[in-house]
């Protein structure tokens, strides 16, 4: 399986912000159910077979193992993400607050608009080690967007932070966690915490008007973070 990130040019603009209906083999889609109702240990292929509805040899037919469905899922994710974060900082342009902002926007779209899928990177551990390493250079290729950004706002003077590669780390956790509490439901959209996390990002990463609260986004939806703060408690009721 080609495990690089796309080369093609960024998408347009609108590409990275939507989202349509989940495009996955049945099978995968099923497993990845599975997976996050069971874990990968507590989900057999004849689990996944009885919800699909084939024969466990007819499974084996499209996937080698089980191995073979949770590597498939993950490298779909993780492939979805980079491609998404390239276009945000393609349509961003040179300017690193732009891309930055872009960029943290589009990975926190995606961990609320595709949550089942994201929330397997929970499941890394259950990899190979063929496939983890596959894996993990992916994630890292995101990690190094992100902190060349970071890097080119520090030598401008856009980002502050001391310990860049920490401030990264930070950043990824903290948005890549939105998918084990987010619900489609709650008080925020996925706008709307994307925004929230754009702004706790720049207070990582050290952007000085992401304390003082003089700063202007580069996000299409500026109205809709000023509504919900305006809430004292919607950040408390999100993750309930």
Same mark, same amino acid.
């Given at each position: 399986m080609?495990?690089a990130?796309?080369?093609? #040019?960024?998408?347009?603009a609108?590409?990275?912000r939507?989202y349509?209906?989940l495009d996955?083999?049945p099978?995968l889609?099923q497993?990845?159910a599975?997976?996050?109702? =069971?874990?990968?240990h507590?989900?057999? @292929?004849?689990?996944?077979a009885g919800?699909?509805?084939v024969t466990?040899?007819?499974? !084996?037919? =499209?996937y080698?193992?089980?191995q073979a469905?949770?590597a498939t899922?993950?490298?779909?994710s993780?492939?979805? @993400?980079l491609?998404?974060?390239?276009?945000a900082a393609?349509e961003a342009?040179d300017?690193p607050?732009?891309?930055?902002? /872009?960029m943290v926007e589009s990975?926190?779209? !995606?961990?609320?608009?595709?949550r089942?899928?994201a929330f397997?990177?929970?499941?890394?551990?259950?990899l190979?080690p063929?496939?983890r390493?596959r894996? @993990?250079? %992916?994630?890292? !290729?995101l990690?190094?967007m992100l %902190?060349?950004?970071?890097?080119?706002g520090?030598a401008?003077g856009?980002?502050t932070? #001391?310990? #860049?590669?920490?401030a990264?780390r930070?950043v %990824?956790?903290?948005?890549? /966690?939105?998918?084990?509490?987010?619900?489609?439901?709650?008080p925020l959209?996925?706008e709307?915490?994307?925004?929230?996390?754009?702004l706790l990002?720049?207070?990582? @990463?050290g =952007?000085?008007?992401?304390?003082t609260?003089d700063l202007s986004?580069?996000?299409?939806?500026r109205?809709? %973070?000023?509504?919900?703060?305006?809430? #004292? /408690?919607?950040?408390a009721?999100?993750?309930?």
């Open positions: 080609n495990t990130p796309s080369q093609d #040019p960024a998408p347009p609108e590409h990275w939507s349509g209906p996955l083999h099978i889609v497993a990845m599975a997976f996050n109702e =069971h874990g990968y507590g989900t057999s @292929v004849r689990d996944i919800r699909v509805g466990v040899p007819a499974l !084996y037919y =499209h080698e193992n089980k469905l949770l899922l993950l490298e779909t993780i492939k979805d @993400v491609d998404r974060c390239r276009a393609g342009g300017d607050l732009a891309r930055f902002c /872009g990975i926190v779209l !995606y961990m609320t608009h595709r089942q899928l397997l990177d929970t499941e890394i551990r259950s190979e063929r496939n390493a894996y @993990v250079a %992916l994630r890292d !290729y990690e190094h %902190l060349d950004t970071v890097e080119a520090r401008q856009v980002f932070t #001391p310990i #860049p590669a920490d990264v930070s %990824l956790v903290m948005c890549q /966690g939105v998918a084990n509490w987010f619900r489609a439901d709650g959209t996925a709307e915490v994307a925004e929230r996390h754009v990002s720049l207070g990582t @990463v =952007h000085p008007g992401a304390v609260g986004l580069p996000l299409p939806r109205a809709s %973070l000023a509504r919900s703060s305006a809430s #004292p /408690g919607s950040a009721r999100t993750s309930g």
